[in-house]
């Protein structure tokens, strides 16, 4: 046959472009949360989903360190007045000017519906007593105040106002017109503390990430910082720093990847034409697999992405193994011929075993399984069906096949087969005496985040008084205000809890917007014109105040009586509507409210107070969250084990040799156990991940077994065979060490996991899944073909 290398060429071009065109069409995301398991019912699923989208998503915890305290409050304030003017950001408040003027003026105006009053307040007595301290404070140098907000309201009411809504961030100081934290020892060890909240979605990381630079750049941009510096952290900065790290993971893994897989081929067969003929068989099950993906899920993710990378550990196998067990100058339906049999049962058995994964349920997994399988079969028709063609018009084959005159001295090892049986019955030991698998259900382990941040996390989050949410009640209603009727109707018992030191405080819509009914109550309460003037003559008798000092104090006070009820829209934007969106929002047609407890010493007296309320479910999200991982777990586990058996069937009804299917299921079953008792005994919790990693490493083990226990013609096969399986072994090894190095915990858990397992799988496919040599000395060649 006339060698035209022109066909591979051309179609490698061809394959490399479709999946170009496939993959700048895909939605890529990289957002950790896409990946994991939402609530197995409608509460979890929603507090769920306002953790990744809503208030909480947004927010920023921001400190500046690393200076003498006056040059970080001259800092603070010119950052906080950049950023005020950034349309990027919703807020910002570092402690300056708590509530903006005109929120303070709707605070002022709608006071005696929003504060809490005595119920004496009105009384000439209280007037009288309120008119003395305002009489002192006008004699002060807080005169001018006075005169602005206390002589229109004596009784206080703003102050209560403002004491409801807080605003001063947990232990943080006000020094300087500025939040600080409490200074720690050592000098320059103070921190400024800033607030801010991003105008884009949770679910639009790209444009957090794009204002989370733009927030830096602006603070890189103040003069004169004296070594200040910059500290950021909140659910953007986790979210941005964990896609972050997942595209560089995609990366590394593309291109160092396929540089190792690409070298290592090269040198193999000494021709660089193998890489052509490899692009032509992966690039579209590459494609495939992110198509099909994208077709199922809406985008692909940039974990599924780099697992697909991965792949080239085993799709690359089917193309190696076709152009390793080709001889020079075959024809090659040939070659075709020789190894159809194990080829098939391959892909078959490894893409069944995959399947389940695809309906575990989980997000994750799910994604993993489908591009795992549609990638397989697509590599696998290319390799079948058109590349043995162009092969052979390249003239593509080992340069080398192997030394058949050394190979009765390897094989010869299969005689002490017996004793290798021992370790995986040592590896089953060592198994039951460690207590068997643990598990690890809780997603945080999963996270790339640096802990270094989480524990900066931490620490801004005490300092500014925002809640570390661990366990909370939530109230469903039709309406907003019956959400607030029902918080209002359990404050009492949070309040007892305060009490008994069960938790130091709590949070909840009720406190900042009292409902309707008890706005009516107040309005009722507040003296008419006639009753009110009159108290206010008797008080203010002999104390001096010119007879029109408390005209506005009636007018407020007669607005108030008559004024509509008071709803969240009424609120001004800022850092007012920010505290009670979060606390009160409307989703699909209902409405919720969280009551979120602080410094909560007992839960189980938490769970009690909001157990059997109606409306009300008390939500532990930790336990919650490992409860929706065990659950899809063990979901997972029935569709896994169904994928299992019928890659059995297959491979039992494909081989029609019991001994052969009992030597392959010896090796992949001696290569599971050897591998996980390796994880068990090192102490690591396995997860769900670790489960699909085991599966892969059977499709790779079935790959090396299948092709192991074969009937071979001859000793040059044989040599073949056990070469070309070699090299799969060694690519497998590189790209999957690879994954050893990334940041992403879960690709790490797969790369340490495949690359015990591959290893395993090579050792114990030669010794258990290939013919046993009747005796020393003599090598059994005559088997007969497949």
């Not at 504060?115 to 007037?127: H, K, Q, R, W, Y």
């Not at 019955?425 to 999963?446: E, H, K, T, V, W």
């Not at 009804?653 to 001994?659: H, I, V, W, Y």
Request: proline letters at 6%; glycine letters at 10%.
């Amino acid at each position: 046959m006339r060698i035209s290398r022109l066909p591979l060429a051309l179609a490698a071009v061809i394959a490399i472009a479709l999946a170009a065109l496939v993959f700048t069409h895909v939605t890529l995301r990289g957002d950790l949360s896409e990946l994991l398991p939402h609530g197995r019912d409608p509460t979890t699923r929603l507090v769920d989903q306002e953790l990744r989208t809503g208030t909480a998503a947004s927010l920023l915890l921001i400190g500046i360190e690393g200076a003498p305290a006056g040059t970080l409050a001259s800092v603070s304030t010119l950052f906080a007045d950049r950023l005020a003017h950034d349309p990027d950001l919703l807020f910002v408040q570092n402690g300056h000017r708590l509530i903006s003027e005109g929120a303070l003026q709707a605070l002022f105006a709608d006071r005696y519906l929003l504060a809490p009053m005595a119920a004496d307040a009105f009384t000439a007595a209280a007037l009288h007593a309120d008119f003395l301290r305002l009489r002192d404070g006008l004699q002060s140098s807080a005169s001018p105040l006075v005169q602005q907000y206390g002589l229109p309201d004596p009784t206080g009411a703003l102050p209560a106002v403002l004491a409801s809504w807080g605003g001063g961030g947990g232990h943080a100081v006000l020094r300087d017109g500025v939040w600080f934290a409490p200074d720690t020892p050592g000098p320059h060890r103070s921190r400024a503390l800033l607030l801010a909240r991003l105008a884009a979605s949770g679910t639009d990381l790209p444009a957090q990430a794009a204002s989370l630079h733009r927030l830096r750049a602006l603070f890189d941009a103040i003069p004169d910082r004296h070594g200040a510096r910059l500290l950021v952290t909140g659910a953007p900065v986790f979210a941005v720093a964990a896609e972050a790290a997942v595209r560089r993971d995609v990366r590394l893994l593309s291109i160092v990847s396929a540089l190792l897989v690409a070298g290592w081929l090269t040198w193999r067969f000494r021709s660089p034409w193998v890489l052509a003929a490899i692009a032509t068989s992966v690039a579209p099950g590459l494609a495939v697999a992110a198509l099909a993906v994208q077709l199922a899920f809406g985008f692909v993710h940039g974990i599924t992405l780099g697992f697909g990378m991965t792949m080239l550990g085993i799709t690359v196998d089917y193309p190696v193994l076709l152009i390793g067990h080709r001889k020079q100058g075959e024809p090659p339906a040939a070659t075709i011929r020789r190894i159809a049999r194990p080829f098939t049962l391959s892909v078959l058995t490894a893409s069944l075993g995959l399947s389940g994964m695809a309906g575990s349920g989980f997000p994750g997994v799910a994604q993993l399984g489908l591009f795992a399988v549609t990638g397989i079969l697509a590599s696998a028709a290319v390799t079948r069906w058109l590349l043995p063609g162009l092969i052979g018009r390249a003239g593509l084959a080992p340069s080398y096949a192997g030394d058949p005159g050394r190979l009765e001295g390897i094989e010869s090892l299969r005689r002490w087969r017996m004793y290798a049986a021992v370790v995986p019955l040592l590896a089953l030991l060592g198994i039951g005496l460690a207590g068997g698998p643990r598990l690890q259900s809780d997603l945080a382990a999963l996270t790339p985040v640096p802990p270094a941040l989480i524990a900066l996390d931490g620490e801004l989050r005490t300092q500014l008084g925002g809640p570390d949410i661990g366990q909370l009640g939530l109230v469903r209603a039709a309406t907003p205000d019956g959400v607030l009727q029902a918080q209002e109707a359990i404050a009492a018992g949070l309040q007892a809890l305060v009490q008994h030191r069960a938790i130091t405080g709590f949070d909840d819509a009720a406190t900042l917007l009292p409902s309707q009914a008890i706005q009516h109550a107040r309005q009722h309460a507040l003296p008419d014109d006639a009753a009110l003037r009159a108290a206010i003559d008797r008080a203010a008798a002999g104390l001096g105040f010119t007879p029109h000092a408390f005209d506005q104090f009636t007018a407020d006070v007669a607005r108030a009586r008559t004024q509509p009820a008071l709803s969240a829209r009424d609120l001004p934007a800022g850092l007012l509507r920010t505290r009670l969106d979060a606390l009160l929002f409307e989703r699909d047609g209902a409405w919720f409210g969280p009551a979120i407890p602080q410094g909560v010493t007992d839960a189980a007296a938490l769970e009690r107070l909001f157990a059997g309320r109606p409306g009300w479910s008390f939500i532990d999200i930790r336990r919650t969250t490992e409860a929706v991982v065990r659950g899809y777990t063990r979901q997972a586990w029935p569709y896994i084990a169904a994928g299992a058996v019928l890659a059995v069937l297959a491979l039992s009804a494909g081989q029609r040799d019991p001994g052969r299917t009992l030597r392959v299921l010896a090796a992949i079953a001696a290569t599971l156990l050897v591998t996980l008792a390796a994880l068990v005994l090192s102490g690591t919790r396995l997860t769900l991940i670790h489960l699909v990693s085991l599966q892969f490493v059977a499709g790779i083990g079935l790959d090396y077994a299948l092709f192991f226990a074969r009937p071979q013609l001859d000793a040059e096969e044989r040599a073949r065979t056990l070469r070309t399986l070699l090299t799969c072994n060694v690519m497998a090894l590189l790209t999957f060490s690879l994954l050893c190095l990334c940041r992403t915990p879960l690709l790490r858990e797969i790369g340490g996991t495949v690359c015990i397992g591959v290893v395993l799988a090579m050792a114990f496919g030669f010794l258990f899944a290939g013919e046993r040599p009747p005796y020393a000395g003599r090598l059994r060649d005559t088997d007969s073909p497949a």
